[in-house]
């Protein structure tokens, strides 16, 4: 019921930055915890950032110091910030309302790419 679409991922070399956007379909962004999974071949999906609904945020070990998730309820758009990118974070980025035990809630969506390569 909640249509979730994320742009903004490409190509970058390592050391690089991205900014990636979540545009939600309805105006209930502000009343959720919203985060950033990704996914990368043969693996799980894993939650990588998640900001609540007062704007506290949380990060995994992996991206600490180096993401920052921020929200702009006003426009319903959820944004990653991605600097000192590895390879290791190549992976398809998606959004979703986080629930118990980190699960993303509604229907996913597409995903963008996220490619950190020479």
């Known amino acids: 019921q909640v249509r979730l679409v994320e742009s903004g991922g490409g190509l970058v070399q390592p050391g690089g930055s991205l900014r990636l956007s979540c545009a939600a379909s309805e105006n209930i962004f502000s009343m959720y915890k919203l985060g950033w999974y990704r996914q990368a071949p043969g693996r799980q999906r894993e939650l990588v950032a998640h900001?609540?609904?007062?704007?506290?945020?949380i990060y995994a070990d992996s991206v600490k110091g180096r993401f920052t998730i921020s929200r702009d309820n006003a426009r319903n758009t959820l944004f990653l910030q991605m600097n000192s990118l590895n390879p290791e974070d190549t992976a398809v980025y998606y959004c979703n309302r986080v629930g118990p035990l980190g699960v993303g809630m509604w229907d996913w969506g597409q995903g963008t790419q996220v490619t950190v390569s020479p």
């Open positions: 900001i609540t609904s007062g704007g506290s945020t």
